[in-house]
């Protein structure tokens, strides 16, 4: 074991009996053996490890498996705020909204039983919600966009809402505000009943006193959706929720710490909350009244691996069968139609996502902001726990951290991209170095010298693609509570440089109010030439006045390889937001040549590195691993 703050590394097989993933109890294999470079896992620990030593977040528990096998599990940092408590493998976290994929597994279990129909009327099963009437939408005549509703202009569903509209966010219900601030929204927020002392059949007959905001099948929105199928859940099977989940998932999968609330013995694990704690709601060291099937739950590291192989393996593990495998591919496979509106940009067309009956999938790499295989499946929590599954890769990667929600965004996509980035290319793997060292003269290493733009992916199958895109401030947002919010600032872009950080609200942009138009339209006005200024006016957290900040776009890219020479030597450098391959930040590491355009890191994984010139010989941009799953970069200066 490491220091009490570093990470503590632990592979097992995860079919082996429950109390094999103890903490003192692990048998460890060796990552290569599941296709995991070593040292590029060891990136994981030391990116979190700057985090914390930063003061963004206290510790973090990350696990990643690869065909069956646990191939890596780290344990960082700290479990409390204080920083007196070491992180351990088996803390346990709540998950949030990382309960919806267990509730989605409940329903189709019943499902499978006959005792649920996918399209039948929920009304069917609650009978209170047959008369819910539908709020009628104000629309900008403008932008196009619905800006509020019409409380008062009620209208009858053009069809009753089903289950599968709860399994796929598309029943017409939304949240209190949280991720959208309209007149609807506020209305559930003070009408609909969703305490800790309450049952779902309250929070059920509160529901049908509110309209939907939406015409069900009509508009994707995050919603309480969830939340209502684990009461439907409770009346088709005629057993309390928590109870079907202990008897029919986490007993059989052996997910032992797994539940509504963490008993006394086991708060020792139970992480701290980020500062402000917890709503009551979610005081998970009780037992609660109100079984939250979209939220409620606190797992391990460990617990959740188990039911995320139980997915990838088709609905079984360890002869313990949930689902059939038909039923898993069905909610794994786009379930959206063609026509759907997204009410919130948390999924759909700008982000390469669609989503099935539970999760949420990687369908375009074009558009996509993560690495992944197409038909990769996912979903998270709001205070940053987040999971994938890739069945192209058989891999499953669970992260659990407690930060502010404004501050998930950037830790799970770090997550993923080091994580695919660990992955070995099996040709590039069985590189041998040349046995009679090559010379390249300086002239021609002098045409190297530059920095390479290999994208946002340095996975080996991964294409998402690289090449020259419109330059930007350095941040990415999210529409909150009826405004743009900074969800993360690239380190070291302009606008990080500028003061400008997670939580800040982005009220103009270039002197234009951006307060109802949609994260598209808003990029676009970000967007534009490398070097070309652009005004923000920004409320910065614990502030109530904007001030105005100028920024000069750049290009921000997550994998960066800066050349030049040093000593008669080519020597690379990682220069971008994550480390590339065997290049790290600070760390320039002379190559060793192959011939006069290809080179390769004489150690680690043996990175090699082919540059490509055009038909004036100019160098235009450079490949990693040259083969079947290279990765290309451009030249960007």
């Known amino acids: 074991m490491k220091s009490m ?70 344990a960082i940092g700290y479990q409390d705020r204080r920083r007196t408590v070491p992180m351990r493998p088996n803390a346990i976290f709540w998950i949030a909204s990382m309960t919806k994929p267990v509730t989605s597994v409940a329903a189709m279990m019943l499902v499978e039983e006959g005792k649920l129909d996918l399209d039948a009327p ?128 986490f007993g059989p999968l052996h997910m032992i710490d797994t539940g509504f609330y963490v008993p006394e013995p086991k708060l020792v694990r139970l992480v701290d909350p980020p500062p402000g704690g917890r709503d009551a709601l979610w005081d998970v060291t009780k037992p609660p009244r109100l079984f939250s099937g979209g939220g409620g739950l606190v797992s391990t590291a460990r617990d959740y691996l188990r039911f995320c192989q139980m997915l990838l393996n088709g609905g079984e593990l360890d002869g313990a069968r949930i689902l059939r495998a038909d039923t898993v591919r069905l909610m794994t496979t786009n379930s959206l139609p063609p026509d759907i509106r997204f009410a919130v940009n948390m ?16 369908s375009n790499p074009d558009s996509s902001f993560v690495p992944g295989s197409v038909g990769s499946f996912s979903w998270g929590g709001v205070w940053g726990t987040f999971f994938w599954i890739d069945r192209v890769e058989k891999l499953i990667a669970v992260l659990l951290v407690q930060v502010p929600p404004t501050d998930t965004a950037r830790f799970a996509r770090a997550f993923r991209f080091l994580t695919y980035a660990a992955l070995r290319d099996p040709e590039a793997a069985a ?35 690289s090449g020259p895109v419109l330059a930007g401030p350095g941040v990415e947002t999210t529409t909150q509570d009826g405004v743009l919010r900074v969800q993360a600032s690239y380190p070291n872009g302009p606008a990080f440089k500028a003061g400008v950080i997670p939580g800040d609200i982005i009220t103009h942009v270039d002197d234009m109010p951006i307060r109802g138009l949609g994260l598209d339209q808003v990029h676009g006005m970000l967007r534009g030439r490398v070097d070309t200024p652009v005004s923000l006016k920004i409320v910065h957290r614990a502030q109530d006045h904007p001030v105005d900040v100028t920024v000069i776009r750049m ?15 080519l020597v690379l450098e990682s220069k971008g937001t994550f480390p590339v391959l065997d290049f790290d930040m600070g760390k320039p590491i002379a190559m060793h040549a192959i011939s006069d355009a290809e080179f390769y890191v004489d150690g680690g994984d043996h990175t090699r590195i082919a540059f490509i010139t055009d038909h004036s010989g100019k160098v235009t941009g450079a490949v990693l691993n040259p083969g079947p799953r290279e990765i290309k970069g451009f030249r960007v200066d």
């Open 5 to 74: 703050h570093g990470a503590v590394a632990i592979v097992s097989v995860l079919c082996l009996p429950a109390l094999a993933l103890a903490q003192n109890e692990i048998s460890a294999i060796d990552p290569a053996s599941v296709g995991f470079s070593p040292q590029r896992l060891t990136q994981i620990e030391a990116w979190y490890q700057a985090q914390i030593d930063s003061g963004a977040l206290p510790g973090a528990v990350v696990a990643i498996a690869r065909y069956g096998k646990v191939a890596y599990m780290g």
């Open 122 to 249: 929920v009304a069917l099963y609650l009978p209170a919600l047959e008369r819910m009437q539908v709020a009628s939408e104000v629309v900008d005549p403008v932008t196009g966009e619905t800006t509020n509703f019409a409380l008062a202009q009620l209208v009858p569903q053009t069809r009753l809402m089903t289950v599968r509209d709860l399994l796929r966010h598309t029943s017409g219900l939304v949240y209190a505000p949280q991720f959208l601030d309209t007149s609807i929204h506020r209305l559930y927020g003070e009408k609909v009943v969703f305490t800790r002392n309450t049952t779902l059949a309250d929070f059920v007959a509160s529901l049908a006193k509110v309209p939907l905001a939406h015409q069900p099948g009509k508009v994707w929105e995050y919603s309480w959706g969830v939340d209502l199928l684990a009461r439907v859940v409770e009346v088709a099977s005629g057993q309390p929720f928590d109870q079907f989940l202990q008897s029919r998932i």
């Open 347 to 362: 999924i759909g067309p700008a982000t390469g996502t669609s989503w099935g009956l539970g999760f949420a999938i990687r």
């Open 431 to 465: 590189f041998t170095p040349p046995a009679t060292p090559v010379k390249v003269n300086l002239d021609t290493l002098a045409n190297y010298v530059g920095t390479y733009d290999f994208g946002a992916s340095v996975s080996p199958s991964d294409k998402l693609a």
């Open 555 to 569: 290009m921000i890219r997550d994998a960066q390889l800066e050349a030049r020479t040093e000593d008669g030597r």
